[in-house]
């Protein structure tokens, strides 16, 4: 596949949201800011966030929100690479903030859900109604580390609820094109879960689930290879940003049909659906620090408020 750079030099970008006027939000999580990529490649700051922002999508009234992990200890490498690693010193938590897109405006709407406080918000989609379904990736310490969650809020900051719990570095969190699974990987093990949804927070237990937490298992990975965050393709096919093997991965949502989409980073971190016809993906090259644009071979699903920014 033909892969266009379309920015370089972000502070390992994340969480890419494809807007109406063709240009393309990231966060540079290292850089604790939301920023914008016009299609002519120039960056503008759209609000400084702080701590470590991660996932973002624009919800119901065309706000940006952001999943804020806490951030990271920071290692720079002697090829220029940037990657992530443990809990940093300071760290005070996590938290889901909205961004007004006009203002800049960064406002604070959850530091805890009902269960306990957020540790490591990572990625989030928003269904239907407007609900806002995110992972909670935890943080890693030098000794231990938490284990992860899976969250539903109401998008005005009025209620927050742990759904599912326990799970091992959930990350990447994707709805069905019908809405009526919810699809999370897991980062360390390397696994594609689906849940299905009982109501607007809730999920129904597989009756033949073997996991504490009642998932379905999609897909797993053989060898050090990890996923990190995803996107629905239109009809149906799950696509997850894989690390240390660099590329997406694609799944059918039966787990049977498996193809790997090569990347020019080990660390392509996450993609998103946007342009004609949902035809172009683009993608976070993060420990490089560059946003690229793929032609799909498929289209992508619209995210529910797709095109909502009205920027």
Not at 88 to 94: I, R, T
């Amino acid at each position: 596949m033909k892969i266009d750079i379309l920015a370089e030099g972000l502070a390992f970008p994340e969480g890419p949201v494809a807007l109406a006027d063709g240009s393309v939000l990231v966060v540079e999580i290292a850089a604790g800011r939301l920023t914008r990529v016009r299609p002519d490649g120039r960056r503008e700051v759209v609000a400084d966030v702080g701590g470590g922002p991660n996932g973002a999508a624009i919800g119901p009234d065309g706000a940006c929100y952001v999943c804020d992990g806490g951030g990271y200890e920071w290692h720079r490498h002697e090829d220029g690479t940037l990657h992530p690693g443990l809990q940093p010193a300071g760290y005070a938590g996590g938290r889901i903030v909205r961004v007004d897109l006009a203002s800049g405006e960064a406002r604070t709407l959850y530091t805890h859900s009902d269960k306990a406080p957020l540790k490591g918000p990572n990625d989030l989609v928003f269904d239907a109604d407007g609900g806002l379904w995110f992972s909670d990736l935890g943080k890693r310490r030098a000794r231990d580390m938490d284990h992860g969650a899976i969250c539903w809020a109401r998008a005005d900051g009025s209620e927050c609820r742990e759904v599912i719990h326990p799970m091992t570095t959930p990350n990447g969190v994707g709805l069905s094109p019908d809405g009526r699974r919810l699809y999370v990987a897991e980062t360390g093990p390397g696994r594609l879960w689906a849940f299905d949804i009982a109501g607007p927070d809730h999920i129904a237990r597989a009756p033949d689930s073997p996991a504490p937490h009642g998932g379905t298992l999609v897909a797993g990975l053989p060898g050090y290879r990890m996923f990190d965050s995803l996107a629905v393709e239109a009809d149906g096919r799950i696509c997850v940003a894989t690390l240390h093997d660099g590329g997406i991965t694609v799944v059918s949502p039966s787990g049977d049909a498996v193809e790997h989409v090569p990347m020019p980073d080990r660390f392509a971190t996450n993609l998103c659906f946007g342009g004609a016809g949902m035809r172009t993906a683009f993608v976070t090259l993060s420990s490089t620090g560059r946003l690229a644009a793929v032609a799909w071979p498929r289209p992508g699903l619209p995210p529910n408020f797709h095109h909502r920014d009205g920027l």
